[in-house]
């Protein structure tokens, strides 16, 4: 009797794959190769179902989105918290700060690396939506300082964001997770009243 496969379980399973062995080897792990050693399966069981590698990758790519979007909604939409700590708390949920949020950033890297090798552009990423959403969130509370230069506001918590994550990134266990509690948290409050 032929076995029945669910390819949609097995496309998933791939991408967890994928996913442990960028994380595993940064770019080098996004090889059809190194997957398919990881999985234990043949390149041409990965190709039947990517038979492009770079849909592959944005497979991957597509799932770390996701996962930070629904950790940071659930944050955003919890009215149990005071509005400051539902920004805060949102921005710290793209700083990989914990072993999964690092494992994301990994990928994410390593998937803009591989655009980048490819002259692709690069995928864009939610932070400046996710900054003006803090933003529309501070205006709706009426805590908002209405005096503050809003492209430069997101601009300038952009680029903190970006460099904690780089610094993280690259030197890993070298910053304190509660200096960036309250390097945000600093941050946040200048946008206020």
Partial sequence: MPRIVDHDS????IVNYAWQS???EGSKG???RKIANLANMAPGQIRYYFPIHS???KAVMDRVIYKV???IEVILMDENLLVTDRVLSSILAVIPLDAERYA??????AFNYELHLQNDSVVEDDIELLIKKCIQLFRKEN???ENVDEKLLIARTYAIVDGIAMHILFKKGNID???VEALIREEIYSWMK
């Fill in 22 to 24: 960028i994380v595993n």
């Fill in 104 to 109: 994301d950033m990994v990928v994410w890297m």
């Fill in 69 to 71: 979007r629904k950790r």
């Fill in 177 to 179: 997770n509660e200096i």
């Fill in 55 to 57: 849909e592959l990758l």
């Fill in 143 to 145: 805590v908002l300082n």
């Fill in 30 to 32: 996004a090889s059809i």
């Fill in 10 to 13: 097995r496309k998933k399973e």
